[in-house]
Each structure stands twice: as C-alpha cells, then as structure tokens.
C-alpha cells in the first residue's frame, strides 16, 4: 500500500468521527420514546460527597432546598474528611433547616467519590438517589425534570444538561464547544437507546437497581458513567434529559482544564475497554452496542488517527501535492459544519477544543497501565470563584 493510500483510509477512518455526530444531531431532535410525567413524585435520596468545600456546600444544599420538586427528599452529605469549615456549615444548615432532612456522613480517611458513594447508598430510603457534585448548582425544576422521566418504567438512570457560569477566556470558550459537541452526542445517544456518559452533576439512579452495586470496581474516575452502564446491562435505559439542567464553572485555564479531561478521559477508556463485551454483543443490547463501540473509537482510535494524519502530512506532503490536498479536507469539512451549526465568532475555539481532547486523549494513554487515583485533585480557582459567586 501506498503513502497516498494509506493517508487516504486514515481520513476516511477519521470522517466516521464528524458523520456519527451528524447522525446523533438528527436523533437528538427527534420526539423521545419514553414518557415524562410530572404527577410522579417518587421519593428521592440526594447523595452530595465533599472535599474542602466551604466555598461550595451552602449554596449547593439551599440550592437543593429552593428545588420545586415535591416529593419527599432526604440529604446525604459524605465528607472525605475535611480540613477546612464544611461539616460546620453543614451542621450549621441543618438547625437552620429543620424542613430538610440532611444527614453528615464523616468519613474517618479521604476516599473519593466511590466511596463516598458506596457508604452512602445503603442508608439510601428513597425510591430513587440522586448523585451530585459540591460545586455545582441546579435550575429550580432540574430535579423534578429529571425524576418526571422514571415515571416511564424502561428507564433506570437520567442524567442532567451542563450549562457554564463563566464564558469569558480562552479555556472557557473551549470547554464551551466541547460540551456543546458532547451533549449533542449525548442527546442522540438516548433518542436511539441510551448514552454510556453521565454527568456526576446530577446523576439519578432507580434505588432498587443500586442494591448490591458496589461502585468503582470498573473506573473510579467515571463513577457516574459506570453506574449507568451498569443499569443498562440490567434492561434499564440510562438517558440524558436537556431539560434538567445545572450549571457550574469551567477550569479557568488551559493547564487545568487539560488536567480534568487528562482524569476524565482516562477513566472513560479504562471504563469501556473493561465493557467490551457490549460491543461484541449487539444481538443483546441492539443500538446500545454501536453507541459503545463509537464512544470507545472517539476515545481511543480517533487522537491516534490525527496523530498518524498529522505525522504523515508533515513528513510526505510537502513532496506530495495531493498528498497535500487530501490532508486538509478534514479541516475544510470541520469549518464548514462549525459555521453552519456554531457561527464564525467561536469556530477557534470550536478547532482548538478538538485538537486539544485529542492531544489529552493521546497523553490518557499510558495512565490505563496506572492504578487509578481514588481521589480528585480540586482546581483551586474554581472554589475562588465560587466564594464570590451569587445568584
């Protein structure tokens, strides 16, 4: 095979890539198949695991208060054992807030999310737990969007829609077009069957079909995601709802930020290559195993694509016109799509956001052959923001 062959199929290869998405942005404007009812009032578990989050905690559990959710809510905060004033403003809010049951869970050692998780479930009395982040707050009815889709019994998992305080810099406006790509994924995902990728924002979970799951055992950095393909090879559709919404800070600067996605994509690797067996069984799971197996190629086989596009083109094209030629139809291709779905003003941002996760995916690599870290590393500059941040 040829040069020109060879960097042919690799752009082919990499079309699949804008051509998946294309066809999830279709599905995802489609009329769902499955039914929300807002006379359905379950009662629910809200599970909030923190860390150092006295910027954070009070806004997040008088966010949780003003939800216009009805039914019957109970509180769990689960401290990983913080150095700083959280289980004091915890303790704080609860004489003060007698109407809302919450309860402090002190953890004796700092153990994530996982186990945080793990400790909390079993208290869990609600018909369904919600899993939620400190440093984030929802719309008023995100909570009551959420829960009104289990009143269909084919879901057992929903998960929220991402919106950003902050849109200012750089890093922001990319984590902007990155989230915009990822939820219409997402979005398309659930319209055909389901989405592998949750948000540990807010993440419900049908109580009964969390008894005896035991978290983290796959990826202790994609415990949301593992959750909710867990309940998925249980028969149970795991869905993202658009309308539930929350919203919280982007990692203020590109370092930070390529050091979340560094954790994150490595978790959701490690995630899906230990779930395998979805992809090679669609005869079981339908649609859901070509879900998988797209998300595991965006992950994995796609930066090593643009790596072996980008080394060719550097290495053959200058002596190859067409060479040349075919390299930049993919640039061409992606500025197009950008300006039709995103407008000219952020299409930088929307190139850049992509070559980046690409080259962070490329870095997640050799962290598969690590043991995972339990525990995440806090961006400082978002707990700076949050302590002066009012709504």
């Known amino acids: 095979m040829d040069v020109t062959s060879i960097l042919g199929t690799l752009i082919v290869l990499e079309s699949l890539v804008p051509l998946w998405y294309v066809c999830m942005k279709f599905l995802g404007r489609k009329d769902k198949p499955y039914t929300k009812n807002f006379d359905y009032r379950p009662s629910i578990s ?24 009805r039914g019957k809510m109970e509180v769990f905060v689960v401290d ?26 002190r953890e004796e050692t700092r153990g994530g999310i996982t186990q945080a998780e793990n400790l909390a479930f079993p208290k869990c009395s609600g018909d369904l737990v919600c899993v939620s982040d400190s440093d984030c707050i929802w719309e008023k009815d995100a909570l009551a969007e959420a ?19 902050s849109k200012q810099n750089a890093a922001e406006k ?14 398309g995902e659930s319209a055909l069957d389901s989405t592998p990728i949750f948000r540990g924002e807010l ?39 658009k309308k539930a919404v929350f919203y919280e800070f982007a990692p203020p600067s590109v370092k930070s930020r390529m050091r979340q996605k560094l954790t994150r994509g490595s ?6 290559l230990n779930n395998w067996s979805i992809i090679v069984n ?30 060719f083109s550097i290495v053959f094209v200058p002596s190859l016109p067409m060479l040349y030629l075919l390299s930049t139809i993919p640039v061409f291709v992606g500025l197009i799509v950008g300006q039709y779905y995103i407008g000219r003003n952020i299409l930088w941002a929307s190139m850049t956001s992509f070559l980046q996760s690409q080259f962070v995916l490329l870095l997640s690599l050799p962290l598969l052959f690590k043991k995972q870290k339990r ?12 302590k002066h941040f009012k709504r």
């Open 80 to 105: 990983g054992h913080s150095d700083d004033a959280t289980t004091s403003i915890v303790r704080k809010f609860m004489k003060s807030n007698s109407n809302l049951k919450v309860e402090l869970i």
């Open 375 to 386: 525990t995440w590393t806090q961006v400082g500059a978002i707990r700076e923001k949050w």
């Open 147 to 165: 829960v009104a889709n289990f009143f269909d019994n084919s879901v057992g998992a929903v998960t929220g829609s991402r919106s950003l305080l």
């Open 174 to 187: 990319m984590e902007e077009q990155y989230n915009s790509f990822n939820e219409t994924l997402r979005l």
């Open 46 to 69: 809200i599970v909030v695991p923190t860390y150092n989050e006295e910027a954070t905690i009070e806004k997040k559990l008088q966010n949780i208060l003003e939800q216009t959710y």
């Open 282 to 311: 669609p005869k079981k799971y339908g649609w859901y195993s070509l879900i998988v197996a797209s998300n595991l190629y965006m992950l994995l086989v796609s930066p090593i694509l643009v790596l072996l596009i980008l080394l």
């Open 267 to 272: 978790g959701l690797i490690r995630l899906f």
């Open 203 to 241: 993440a419900v979970f049908r109580k009964s079909l969390l008894n005896g799951m035991e978290v983290g055992t796959e990826s202790s950095q994609a415990d949301d995601s593992e959750m909710c393909m867990k309940i998925r090879k249980m028969g149970y559709r795991a869905i993202m709802d």
